[in-house]
């Protein structure tokens, strides 16, 4: 069982930046990616950002495209988002998650593999 903990939300003005962290353990597996998801109040768990296990293709959901990048450290065990341009529809509980990719006829979808831990708020002020 992949352990996930995340870290680095907060409250910012809309326009700003956070850097989220998701530290990892346990084994790894080569067929899984890592990805973001988020949890607006009253909202779905939706999907944000994953990207390979070895830290390669990246992937985003179109509303976050341009404006968060994913990133991972292999040596670290660590998944980062860095989120730019924030403005209020951002504002959620992250989550990450080891993820299966799959084609679901338009592009890619990515089914949680691991449980989920307590996320981290991210608020972002008009």
Known sequence: QVQLVESGGGLVQTGGSLRLSCADSGRTYSNYAMGWFRQAPGKERDFVAAIAWTGERPYYADSVKGRFT???????SMTYLQMN????EDTAIYYCAAVLPAPNGTGLSFSPQSSWGQGTQVTVSS
């Open 85 to 88: 341009s924030l403005n209020p």
């Open 70 to 76: 994913i990133s991972r450290d292999t040596a670290k």
